[in-house]
């Protein structure tokens, strides 16, 4: 079968279209036909040796899919930790999902990384009023969540990379749950699309100091939580702009660089960081099913589609993943496959 194969971990002109073995199914596995491939930034740090726990190469790239369950004929769209952007990938049937029928193989195929961790996300800052897996993701969470509700406060987020692919998924949801949200990226170009999304506090950081930003439009009060996955300085700067009680949820180290944080700044707001991983949670089925259980309620009352910025066939693979490495993209990025 035709696969987009990692040749060596030294970036996306590694990659090549070769002709790879059929994959092999291990127990409960089955096989679906690829027609999309959703790119996400953790693709491009694999091609450079930066994700862990990847095998070495050579190695069929791409972690989301979207095809054709190949016993049932059902359309589907799933996750794997590699070998997606290929004809035929072997998947478990709980790491796969209905397409909605009214959306195109390219929509799912940009689905499931993007809005299940932006979801999750809420529910780790509080601010989706529901309880997963039968409880909060942790205890301090009705202490802090309790003294906003009771001011009546509007929740706040501030969402870095607003307009990447678990950015503009963020956006979303952060509408539905009626959160105010505050989003950086480096172009005002891409800023005004997210704001037709439903983004109300644009920041353009090349251009302004995030936190300055934030810290006057909320009157010096700060965010709730901020969604961070740049690593880096900006990990103890997001802390900054967090009011009392407030949490960074870090997901992400885009700039390569680790989180650089004295703890001891923690103190001084009760605040506290979070670690969110798609991939563990979604081994957890009591998280993951209500989580789903809620994203299709709203999908299917239309009021949540996958934003696809950006369709290159396969063999345009390297410009695809160049994209997301220049910061270029808008939304989700999608490979077609087949
Ligand atoms: N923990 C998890 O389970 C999980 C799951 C999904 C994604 N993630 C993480 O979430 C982040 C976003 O992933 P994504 O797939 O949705 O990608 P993306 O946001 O679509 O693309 C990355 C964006 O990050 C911004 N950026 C800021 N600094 C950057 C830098 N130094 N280099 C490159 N880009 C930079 C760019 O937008 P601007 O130029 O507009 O700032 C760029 O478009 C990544 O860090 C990824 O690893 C984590």
Redesign the pocket.
């Known amino acids: 079968m035709k696969a987009l194969v990692i040749t060596s971990l030294s970036g996306p002109d590694a990659l090549a279209i070769r002709d790879a073995p059929e994959p092999i199914l291990k127990p409960s596995q089955v096989t679906v036909r690829v027609a999309a491939g959703g ?5 491009f ?1 694999t091609t450079k040796g930066g994700y862990p726990g990847t095998p070495p190469p050579p190695l069929i790239a791409g972690r989301e899919f979207a095809g054709t369950e190949v016993n049932t004929n059902h359309r589907v769209m799933g996750y794997v930790q590699w070998g997606a952007f290929a004809e035929n990938v072997a998947a478990y049937p709980n790491m796969l999902w209905a397409v909605p029928e009214q959306w195109t193989d390219e929509q799912a195929a940009a689905f499931p ?2 809005y299940f ?1 932006a979801y ?1 996300g809420y529910w780790q800052a509080g601010m989706t009023s529901q309880p997963l897996g039968g409880q909060s993701p942790s205890p301090a969470l009705s202490g802090a969540e309790g003294a906003v509700q009771r001011s009546g406060a509007t929740h706040r987020v501030l969402i ?10 963020a956006v979303q949801i952060g509408k539905l749950l009626g959160v105010e949200m505050y989003g ?4 005002d170009e ?1 800023l005004a699309r997210v704001r037709e999304l439903g983004l109300q506090h644009g920041i353009n ?1 090349k251009q302004n100091d995030y936190e300055e930003v934030v810290k006057n439009l909320t009157r010096g009060e700060g965010v709730d939580a901020v969604f961070e ?3 880096g300085e900006h990990t103890a700067k997001s802390l900054r702009c967090l009011r009392d009680f407030g949490r960074v949820i870090q ?6 660089k680790q989180p650089q944080l004295d703890v001891r700044a923690l103190y001084a707001k009760s605040a506290s960081i979070q ?7 979604s081994q957890k089925r009591e998280i993951m099913e209500p989580a789903w259980n809620r994203l299709s309620e709203w999908i299917a009352h239309r009021k949540l589609t996958p934003v696809v910025g950006h369709v290159f066939p396969l063999e345009r693979a390297k410009e695809a993943y160049k ?11 999608v490979l077609k496959i087949t």
């Open positions: 790119l996400n930034f953790a693709d740090m990384v993007n961790t999750l870095h990379a607003v307009a990447g692919g678990v950015g503009t998924a950086t990226s480096s172009s891409k950081y996955m740049l690593g997901y992400g180290t885009a700039t390569g670690g969110l991983w798609l991939t563990y949670l994209l997301l490495q220049d910061g270029k993209n808008y939304g989700k990025v």
